[in-house]
């Protein structure tokens, strides 16, 4: 078996995760930017942050043959503070030119607030200006179908979006038509907690098709299983579904998705 990690939030997981996941045929992950699980107090947390994700991280992951990407923003859960954000926006464009960084992510929403909407409108434009990919954090669970909603409202307001190098993440059944019809790539993420089991994930596949969809385990520091993605595919196996069919999902599929950056490659 071979998969993409294509959201696991790294900084928090020891390295012994990274020779499990190359175990089980992990050929690279990628990393968005996120909450630490506290709010940082000021601009320089976050420089060191993005230096932690462009230099340090891509090295402890090279240790185990894994190429490790990124993605840089202010999360949605720190935006609310919208001085800190424009800050945090300032220093971004001198971190995308780094080797391993492939867009703004994961930007989003929360808690579907006006000042959330102000920094996600701020993130598209930063990244149409400098021509980036976006990957996209959508609100847990009540707030999950109102601000998809609002995201996607907002992404397709913006001529310059193209949808097709979008993706929004953490999907669920009653948000990933929504997200596919506006032409915008699903990311479903398999989480013990507040997201999608890989029974339901794969319900989801069999309902809305495999497209336009991959996998990730969003593995950070709470409750998370950075092997869900080759441990969902075994589940795929035991329902029927062929190795080829596998293999298109989780690892041809964030392959055709990243590679519209040039800088994704596979050693």
């Known amino acids: 078996m071979r998969y993409i990690e294509p959201h696991g939030h790294m900084v928090s997981r020891t390295t012994d995760d990274y020779e499990a996941m190359l175990t089980a045929g ?39 043959g894994l190429p490790h990407f990124t993605w840089l923003c202010i999360n949605p859960k720190e935006s609310e503070d919208t001085a800190l954000a424009a800050d945090v926006l300032g220093i971004v464009p001198e971190f995308l030119e780094r080797p391993n960084v492939l867009g703004i992510g994961e930007i989003g929403l929360n808690k579907n607030t006006r000042n959330e909407m102000k920094v996600l409108e701020q993130h598209i434009d930063l990244a149409m200006r400098h021509g980036q990919m976006i990957l996209v954090h959508t609100p847990h669970l009540e707030d999950k179908l109102k601000g998809t909603r609002l995201i996607v409202d907002l992404l397709k307001a913006d001529a310059r979006v193209q949808p097709g190098r979008v993706i929004i993440d953490h999907v669920e059944e009653h948000t990933i038509q929504h997200v596919l019809d506006a032409g915008f790539w699903a990311g479903i993420t398999l989480y013990p907690e507040s997201k999608t089991t890989p029974p339901r994930a794969i319900d989801m596949f069999e309902v809305y098709g495999g497209q336009s969809v991959w996998l990730n385990s969003a593995c950070d520091w709470g409750r998370s299983d950075p092997l869900a993605v080759p441990k969902t595919a075994l589940e795929m196996r035991r329902r029927g579904h062929s190795d080829a069919t596998i293999d298109a999902l989780i690892y041809g599929n964030p392959i055709r998705f990243l590679s519209q950056n040039p800088r994704f490659h596979l050693r």
């Open 26 to 64: 992990c050929a690279a992950v990628c990393e968005p930017a996120f909450w630490a699980g506290y709010d940082r107090s000021g601009v320089q947390g976050f420089y060191d942050y993005f230096c932690q994700l462009t230099d340090y991280e891509p090295k402890r992951a090279a240790k185990f």
